[in-house]
């Protein structure tokens, strides 16, 4: 029940494209869903963040879209440019601040 | 900008032997995380630590790892008697509570 389950595993998606990663969870408890986004040899920096109260936020190229009834939620990197190659984590947990559990991962590469 | 700070980057040691990986968190956090990332794979959640004492631990976290807070400023884990599977990146992170987790650039353990 502590899972959360990420897809695609990998993404190729051209300049200018749109790259979409989708993650479900299954804990009712989860109240906070960050992304996380690692360069190699890096830690983890958060992205951006949503709580299941709104059902999209934005920020820059990057929005989350919260569907609370089927327990998804996505990522969307629009106009896509090869500096965010990089693997992309979803996670949950039950307040901000608190213990997070991450998705398997998605390594996006953005071809110029 | 403040950040968590991790030594050594990269451990190199042989199986049985104890490792002690250090961090130090960023100065007015008062939550503190180690997570684990096996090559490839997710990051996953080891121990929470808040007011000197451990909050709470995943079966990973037994009781070959020990985590200790020995000053103001450092945040240590260690393992006691080193096993081929324990060979991952090691990840710190902080908070201030409700917040963002601030992760290090992590401390990569080899185990041979």
């Known amino acids: 029940q502590q899972q959360v389950k990420q897809s695609p595993q990998s993404l190729i998606v051209q300049k200018g494209g749109i790259s979409i990663i989708n993650c479900a969870y299954e804990?009712?408890?989860?109240?906070?869903f960050p992304w996380y986004q690692q360069f190699p040899g890096k830690g983890p920096a958060l992205l951006i963040a949503i709580r299941p109260d709104v059902s999209e936020k934005k920020e820059g190229r990057f929005t989350i879209s919260f569907n609370k009834s089927a327990k998804q939620f996505s990522l969307h990197i629009m106009d896509s440019q090869p500096g965010d190659s990089a693997t992309y984590f979803c996670?949950?947990?039950?307040?901000?601040?608190?213990?997070?559990?991450f998705g398997g991962g998605t390594r996006v590469l953005v071809k110029p | 900008e403040p950040e968590v700070t991790q030594t050594p980057s990269h451990q190199v040691t042989q199986m049985g032997q104890e490792v002690i990986l250090r961090c130090v968190p960023i100065s007015n956090h008062l939550y503190f995380y180690w997570y684990r990332q096996i090559l490839g794979q997710k990051v996953e959640f080891l121990v929470s630590?808040?007011?000197?004492?451990?909050?709470?631990k995943s079966e990973i976290f037994d009781d070959q790892f020990s985590v200790e807070r020995p000053d103001g400023s450092n945040f240590t884990l260690k393992i006691r008697s080193t096993k081929l599977e324990d060979s991952a990146m090691y990840f710190c992170?902080?908070?201030?509570?409700?917040?963002?987790?601030?992760f290090g650039e992590g401390s990569r353990l080899t185990v041979l």
């Open positions: 630590f808040y007011n000197n004492e451990i909050s709470e």
């Open positions: 992170a902080s908070t201030v509570g409700a917040g963002e987790l601030f």
């Open positions: 996670a949950a947990s039950k307040a901000a601040g608190n213990k997070l559990t």
């Open positions: 804990n009712t408890a989860f109240d906070y």
